[in-house]
């Protein structure tokens, strides 16, 4: 008989009430795929261990850590490692690729939602939502006055990074006539000018920019990028909004220069700390707006990327080399040359 080709799925990726946080759809890829059983992981994890490594041909991961410390000495059964989502700065990459493990992720599916929350973010703080809010709440109706908003027509939108989510934002904030500026050592200037934004240095973008927007990946080169000489360079009446990864921003240096008046305010869907702490002084800055790392988690967004990431997980059960492989060099490993027949030598 032939042993099933199995899936463990973290137990985060479901709500409260037991439901795929991402809709049931997107299962039917795994129950259509012959040879394939699923299940659940029992246990809530926060870093995946040994025992699953070795219990599963693949795992689809949300929030947990996968590190050098989730592999036994034995050769892990695992074959594959799904991110649920685009980010993988909590994968031990180099670690997946010297045991054979194909590391993925969904690019594609991420790119509408957080452009969407970015631009949301940038309109919530040019209009003053969130202090609006709280003096109709706490009957500081007449105040409003003292709270005017600015509009965005003419204003300049500062991109640092110009990858997928970076142009995705850029044709969004065409409707709004917004000025685009875009920092990125790696993006083609023909690419970004096509999609109305101008490549410039990170100093030239914070410098100019009215609305600062992370969007680049969190890597050692990345880590800390804005700290606190680069907020000296921005506009006192300049916003920064993050919805990348929270260490991308030294967040003490950040406290320093909002609590200085610095700049304007700020909107943070990550954190250097996450869960954030509660004593955090960020949280009780009337000018920053905070969410729980979640923004952009909403039907469209979970949707197309389980569609995505169980997809993958499907086509390597099947013998295929999925599209959105982070690491390729793993393809050349023998575990996974072996597993694909060879195909993916020309892929590595």
């Not at 042993?3 to 299962?27: H, I, K, S, W």
């Not at 947990?64 to 799904?82: M, Q």
């Not at 979640?294 to 013998?319: M, N, P, Q, Y």
Request: with cysteine.
């Amino acid at each position: 008989m032939t042993t099933p080709f199995r899936v463990g799925l973290t137990r985060d990726l479901r709500n409260a009430a037991g439901e795929p946080t991402f809709g049931a759809e997107a299962l039917a890829r795994l129950d259509q795929t012959p040879g394939l059983s699923w299940e659940y992981i029992a246990e809530p994890v926060s870093s995946i261990t040994p025992a699953l490594t070795a219990r599963f041909d693949a795992l689809y991961v949300n929030s947990p850590r996968v590190g050098a410390d989730s592999f036994g000495a034995e050769p892990p059964r695992v074959k594959l490692i799904a991110r649920h989502g685009v980010g993988y700065d909590s994968v031990d990459v180099a670690t997946l690729s010297a045991r054979g493990v194909l590391l993925t992720n969904t690019p594609d599916a991420v790119r509408r939602p957080v452009a969407t929350m970015a631009l949301t973010l940038v309109l919530a703080l040019a209009q003053k939502l969130l202090i609006k809010d709280k003096l109709t709440r706490s009957g500081r109706w007449n105040q409003r006055v003292e709270h005017m908003g600015q509009g965005l027509t003419g204003k300049t939108l500062g991109l640092v990074g110009a990858g997928g989510i970076g142009l995705e934002t850029m044709g969004l904030a065409r409707a709004f006539d917004l000025r685009v500026l875009a920092a990125d050592p790696y993006a083609d200037a023909q690419v970004v000018a096509a999609r109305g934004g101008t490549l410039v240095p990170l100093d030239t973008l914070l410098r100019e920019a009215d609305f600062v927007v992370l969007a680049c990946l969190l890597n050692p080169a990345t880590h800390h990028l804005i700290n606190a000489p680069r907020l000296a360079l921005m506009k006192p009446s300049a916003y920064l909004i993050n919805v990348a990864r929270g260490p991308i921003v030294d967040e003490t240096a950040l406290i320093a220069c909002l609590q200085a008046q610095g700049i304007a305010g700020a909107a943070l869907d990550v954190f250097e700390q996450e869960p954030v702490a509660s004593d955090n002084p960020l949280l009780a800055m009337d000018n920053v707006i905070v969410t729980p790392h979640s923004l952009c988690w909403t039907d469209e967004c979970f949707g197309a990327i389980a569609r995505s990431g169980l997809g993958a997980v499907a086509d390597v059960c099947g013998h295929t080399v999925p599209t959105h492989v982070v690491n390729r060099e793993a393809l050349a490993h023998p575990v996974l040359r072996q597993w694909f027949g060879g195909q993916g030598d020309s892929l590595v």
